[in-house]
């Protein structure tokens, strides 16, 4: 089974082939259940240790319509990129993938002035939409995240050298 993917604009790859298991499809699932209300992480990738699932945008590319214009911090599209990853997860837990593994997100994020000030603030504001407090305050069996991070492509494949991203340029 091949577990190179490509992102849906064909703008770069993430080689997952060191992985137990991947997957870039579970639009795919969404969209066959017809289940349009729900969307989806890019790509989910589980080791022997963790479950890691993986948003992907670059608002850098070259045909990127209005980069001057994205803006990661406002709270429609934090609040999208929150849902995505409760709608995978919920999925993934039902596939009984993850399962007393740690659970990572990341978003790896490529923008106009995207330094890593921008990235910060945004990995806090997306931290607050997501599951923390909720583990916290209610007994689980086992926490439905451990981490999130908001990374740039280079800080990605620092952070994850056996999963490398590359970006496609023509």
């Not at 923390?132 to 981490?147: A, N």
Request: net charge negative; proline share 4%; glycine share 2%.
């Amino acid at each position: 089974m091949d577990r190179v993917f490509w992102d849906e604009n064909k703008s770069c790859t993430i080689d997952f082939s060191a992985a137990e298991w991947a997957t870039d499809a579970i639009h795919d699932v969404f969209q066959t259940a017809k289940l349009s209300i729900l969307c989806d992480v890019d790509f989910v990738a589980e080791t022997e240790s963790e479950l890691l699932l993986v948003e992907y945008k670059n608002a850098n590319l070259p045909n990127a319509a209005h980069p001057e214009s994205f803006r990661p911090w406002e709270d429609k599209r934090l609040n999208n990129v929150a849902r995505k990853y409760f709608n995978s997860l919920q999925l993934l837990q039902v596939m009984n993938h993850g399962t007393g593994k740690k659970k990572r997100y990341v978003y790896v994020l490529e923008c106009l002035n995207g330094d890593r000030v921008l990235r910060k603030r945004v990995r806090e504001l997306l931290a607050a939409r997501l599951p923390f407090l909720l583990q916290q305050q209610v007994d689980l069996s086992e926490p439905m995240i451990d981490s999130v991070d908001v990374l740039n492509v280079d800080e990605w494949n620092k952070a994850y050298p056996a999963f490398p991203l590359r970006l496609q340029t023509e």
